[in-house]
C-alpha cells in the first residue's frame, strides 16, 4: 500500500500501522532499530522536529522506503 506523505504525522502514522501490523511493540521496535522508545514514540505521534537520520533508519528497519519525485507524477 502506498501513502501520500503530507507531514510529520503521516509520516507517524505509517510506522505505526506498519509496527502493528508487524505485531510489534514501541519497546520491541525501538530495540530492533536501534532507537530510543522515546524518540519512537515522539515519531509515531507526528514530531515534527525528529531526526531525519533516526527516522530514515526506522523506516528501513520495519520495511518501507521512501520515494521523492515531482509532484503529481504517475507511480512506477
Known amino acids: 500500500m502506498t501513502l501520500k ?8 502514522t505509517a510506522i505505526r500501522n506498519r509496527r502493528k501490523h508487524d505485531l510489534l511493540t514501541l519497546t520491541d521496535t525501538a ?3 536501534g532507537v ?3 524518540f519512537l514514540s515522539d515519531l509515531e505521534n507526528g514530531k515534527p522536529t525528529a531526526e531525519l537520520g533516526k527516522t530514515l533508519q526506522v523506516l528501513g528497519c520495519l520495511g518501507l522506503e521512501v520515494r ?5 507524477w504517475p507511480d512506477e
Open 5 to 12: 506523505i503530507r507531514n510529520a504525522a503521516d509520516v507517524g
Open 36 to 38: 530510543g522508545y522515546r
Open 31 to 33: 530495540a530492533l532499530c
Open 68 to 72: 521523492i519525485g515531482p509532484k503529481g
